[in-house]
């Protein structure tokens, strides 16, 4: 996945964007548009997603009146929707890896600004939910704030001056087109981070393009590497997901010789879509069973280009026959690597019995061993319905 060029500049400060970057933002605007549309007696699509992201609240409008015929101005459609937006921001989840990304760069003295296409007013809303973000900025810069917004590199170059320094000594993370298009006119490093599913081929002009905030290595800019890593794992916050075992793509024992149990996507699509895709690993109950290692990958399986997003559980452990049907749970608490595509199937193989070897190593640490005896792994279907 990371596609790095080989000669990097070495920086001293970072600027984050924040909607898609630092902030969750894609469910929400969907949620807002689907709800908000049927009143106009249209269907949100999301087809409209690629054309906003990373865009000013009045050009999102503005796609969104032509797309979609809307009988009202731009600026109606804003002065109605406003609102609504406003009462979601409270609930608006930080990516994973944002907050783990400001604390350590506050901690090693890194100067950070914020740069984003939404007004300074928004932004001031949005960070104030998330402990410990606004007072991490030295500089905070908003859409309304210049004269051309991204993709004009206008705002990053005052944020630079914000944090008076040179644009050159400046580290851009955007998760967007027109915010990679700014920070690289505005001559400075920049790493996407792409928000929207399979977009990686479109950000060639980034100087590298990660999956997640997970998989920054800041000291490949001259900053301070992360310390957190144990034994090839990254400890996350933990996650729970259960459910019956259903009928996946059939090819897992059969293609790889590595069976992959499968939960059904439509009534974790809200969880899934929160968790970039990678290789996790973890603890799996099965309620008549007993509690095993497990390794997964959650995405889109670069390998067969999937179209959906999937998890695929590898339980540690040989078992004499399937277990379709049966009550499976996941404690999800460590972090490996992006998905990858592999020249081939062998390799891909191999890949995933090393992801194995790290997880079956790692859940033997403290930090990890000790969710194995979390209740949630051991309730059965039925003390969960009641
Ligand atoms: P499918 O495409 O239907 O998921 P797989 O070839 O991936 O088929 O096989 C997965 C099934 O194999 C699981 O649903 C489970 O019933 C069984 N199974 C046996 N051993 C394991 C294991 N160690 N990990 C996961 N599933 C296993
Ligand atoms: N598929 C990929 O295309 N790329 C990967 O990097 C990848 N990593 C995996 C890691 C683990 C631990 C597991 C269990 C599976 C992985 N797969 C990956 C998914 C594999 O392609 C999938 O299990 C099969 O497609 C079965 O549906
Ligand atoms: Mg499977």
Redesign the pocket.
């Known amino acids: 996945m990371s596609m790095a060029k080989p000669f990097r500049k070495l920086v001293s400060c970072v600027i984050l964007d924040l909607d898609g970057t630092l902030l969750n933002t894609d469910g929400i605007v969907s949620d807002v548009l689907s709800v908000f549309l049927v009143k106009y007696g249209k269907q949100w699509n999301g087809k409209a997603t690629q054309k906003i992201v990373g865009r000013t609240p009045y050009e999102a409008a503005a796609v969104i009146v032509e797309d979609y015929g809307l009988p009202i101005s731009t600026d109606e459609l804003l002065s109605e929707i406003t609102p609504i937006f406003s009462e979601k921001w409270c609930n608006i989840k930080a990516q994973p890896g944002a907050s783990r990304l400001i604390n350590h760069l506050r901690f090693h003295g890194v100067p950070m600004a914020l740069a984003s296409n939404s007004s300074k007013e928004n932004i001031e809303t949005k960070i104030s939910y998330h402990q410990g973000w606004k007072e991490s900025f030295s500089y905070i810069i908003g859409g309304d704030q210049v004269t051309s917004p991204k993709p004009s590199p206008e705002i990053y170059l005052e944020a630079a001056k914000g944090l008076k320094v040179d644009p050159s000594s400046c580290l851009v993370i955007e998760d967007s087109l027109p915010g990679v298009t700014a920070g690289k006119a505005a001559g400075m490093e920049v790493v996407a981070v792409p928000s929207l599913p399979k977009q990686t081929h479109l950000f060639t002009s980034a100087d590298e393009v990660i999956n997640s905030l997970l998989d920054l290595q800041p000291e490949k800019w001259g900053l301070p590497a992360f310390k957190d890593w144990i034994e090839g794992t990254l400890p996350i916050e933990p996650w729970y997901i259960g459910g019956p075992?259903?009928?996946?793509?059939?090819?897992?024992?059969?293609v790889l010789g590595?069976?992959?149990?499968?939960l059904s996507t439509e009534d974790y699509s809200a969880i899934l879509s929160e968790h970039p895709s990678g290789v996790y690993f973890g603890w799996a109950g099965l309620a008549t069973r007993g509690v095993y290692k497990m390794v997964m990958s959650i995405g889109w399986n670069p390998y067969f280009n999937n179209t959906e997003k999937t998890i695929?559980?590898?339980?540690?452990?040989?078992?004499n026959?399937?277990?379709?049907g049966e009550d499976l749970r996941l404690a999800i608490v460590g972090y490996i690597r992006p998905e990858a595509n592999f020249p081939s199937l062998e390799s891909l193989v191999a890949k995933i019995h090393e992801d194995g070897q790290i997880a079956e190593k790692a859940l033997e640490l403290p930090q990890y061993s000790k969710y194995r005896d979390d209740p949630y792994l051991k309730s059965s279907p039925q003390q969960q319905s009641s």
Request: aromatic share 18%; net charge negative; glycine share 12%.
């Open positions: 075992v259903i009928k996946g793509f059939g090819r897992g024992s059969k590595i069976p992959t149990a499968n695929e559980p590898w339980l540690l452990h040989d078992f026959e399937d277990f379709y």
